[in-house]
């Protein structure tokens, strides 16, 4: 009795294990993607000028209000501040 295709190509897979991912000579080599780097958005002076400010930028469609850090005390009398990381692609 004939065993089923796909069962030979287990034995296959098994059979080449980790070079089952290597390009072959007709396939193109990919270019490696574009590095990605943090960079950090620190806002600090009063809650309304802060949450304003947060506000005014997911208006502009820079970033939406969820991405901003919760409001923390500086330490200062009536000051906080919130921080936004992002990731930006360096080419």
Known sequence: MAQPEDSAQSKLEQFLGEYLDTPSVNQPIQKPL??????KHL????TKAVTSTIHYLQV???ASVGEWSPLVPTGNPDEVMSILIRQI???
């Open 34 to 39: 574009p590095q990605r780097k943090p960079v």
């Open 89 to 91: 692609l360096m080419q």
């Open 60 to 62: 502009i469609g820079y």
């Open 43 to 46: 806002l600090i002076g009063s």
